[in-house]
């Protein structure tokens, strides 16, 4: 990016300052705007100085996040002329955006964290609780009933530290189920993983054959199945679904 300027609009701030600290990149990132000028110094990928007119260090970042405008350039192997700090990006960010209003819930279920990047930071007792919640796959709306844990949990979205857990999809080969009416069975193993993805059991299930045909059932689960999706007789003669057939299967 040397020599090159670009409208802000256009970027996740947030994200472009991530992408040059995670790089490893020394240089200063400057963002021009109305009379003021605010400058990002790097070196190695750590934060070394920020500014902005007279503000100095978190506070210009706070300043700049309110009103994330202006032309940006970045100036590769330029370095700070007083550092000031020695810090990572991801730490200097979320102190900043603890200054900003907080964002709605990105989603209600179960998150994951991109624990690469959370595992390198320093976190309060209360914030490593926060995280411990989210890493047990708590839904999300579930532990931001605690206000501070709200605040955390806008400031890890912010910051792409957050995202949703996707259930998985599981193939599964049909089978004829004995004793059973009314239900699908699949292996507890599996329902377990389903349950802890969705942060609650599933109760039912979407079942679609290769000719894209979806069929939705009650779930019952039993050990030692494997990779079976045992269905009852009525079941197989309702649908047309066959024993031996794979099919592809989401919980509900």
């Known amino acids: 990016m040397p020599n090159t300027t670009l409208n802000l609009d256009h970027f ?3 994200e472009l300052l ?8 020394t240089g200063v990132l400057s963002v021009t705007r109305d009379d003021q000028t605010f400058e990002c110094a790097l070196e190695a990928g750590r934060v070394r100085e920020l500014k902005l007119g007279a503000q100095r260090g978190t506070p210009a970042l706070v300043a700049l996040l309110s009103d ?5 350039h970045f100036d590769e192997g330029r370095r700070a002329a007083a550092p000031s700090l020695d810090a990572s990006m991801d730490e200097v960010a979320l102190e900043a955006l603890a200054a ?18 959370t595992d390198q930071m320093t976190w309060t007792v209360a914030e490593r609780r926060v995280l411990d919640r989210i890493e047990a796959q708590q839904p999300l709306a579930e532990v931001a009933r605690d206000p501070e844990a709200r605040r955390l949990i806008s400031r890890l979205d912010r910051l792409g530290l957050l995202k949703a857990r996707k259930s998985r ?3 599964l080969t049909v089978t004829l189920a004995q004793g059973v009416r009314g239900v699908v069975v699949v292996d507890s193993a599996i329902v377990r993983r389903w349950s802890g993805d969705l942060g609650r059991p599933p109760a039912q299930l979407a079942v679609r054959d290769d000719a894209g045909q979806t069929y939705t ?14 269905m009852p007789t009525e079941l197989l003669m309702r649908t047309g679904l066959r024993a031996g057939m794979s099919v592809l299967v989401k919980p509900l």
Not at 18 to 25: D, I
């Open 100 to 117: 900003l209003p907080e964002r709605p819930l990105p989603f209600d279920g179960p998150g994951r964290l991109a624990t690469e990047r």
């Open 12 to 14: 996740n701030f947030l």
């Open 217 to 230: 059932f009650a779930l019952r689960m039993a050990p030692d199945l494997g990779h079976q999706l045992q």
């Open 169 to 171: 999809t599981a193939r």
């Open 68 to 72: 994330p405008r202006g032309q940006f």
């Open 18 to 25: 991530h992408l040059l600290a995670a790089g490893g990149k």
